[in-house]
């Protein structure tokens, strides 16, 4: 079973970035993120699961309107990460982040729906001046 490991998270004060990394637990043989549709997700206290962008094995994206233009995905095949790029960060957006992944290599498609077969465990991310 395939578990992966959200990482960066931390403490961050009003309009500042940071950068999320989703890797396997451990280094399998077979593990190549662009086979990969990956989504990123937050929960928040007291509030739902929230789907945030996802890329799909062929490079298409999908965001929610809550973070377009402030959060960007990115999938770096040579280090086989793929990251979570936050901009403009808002006390609003503290929360628990979490990645996910389902093998559908050539897919077209993503979803920002919890419909993942594998998740991690989560990163906190606060934002607080």
């Known amino acids: 079973q395939l578990q992966l490991v959200e990482s960066g998270g931390g403490l961050v004060q009003p309009g500042g970035s940071l950068r999320l990394s989703c890797t396997p637990s451990?280094?399998?043989?077979?593990?190549?993120?662009?086979?990969?549709?990956i989504g990123w997700f937050r929960q928040a206290p007291g509030k739902e699961h929230e789907g945030l962008l996802c890329?799909?094995?062929?490079?298409?994206?999908d965001y929610a309107d809550s973070v377009k233009g402030r959060f960007t995905i990115i999938r770096d095949n040579a280090q086989n990460t793929v990251y979570l790029q936050m901009n403009n960060l808002k006390p609003d957006d503290t929360a628990v982040y979490y990645c996910?992944?389902?093998?559908?290599?050539?897919?077209?498609?993503?979803?920002?729906?919890?419909?993942?077969?594998?998740w991690g465990q989560g990163t906190q991310v606060t934002v607080s001046s």
């Open positions: 890329i799909s094995t062929t490079g298409r994206t």
């Open positions: 996910a992944a389902n093998y559908a290599p050539g897919s077209p498609t993503c979803t920002i729906r919890p419909r993942y077969n594998h």
């Open positions: 451990e280094r399998r043989i077979g593990w190549t993120v662009n086979f990969y549709a």
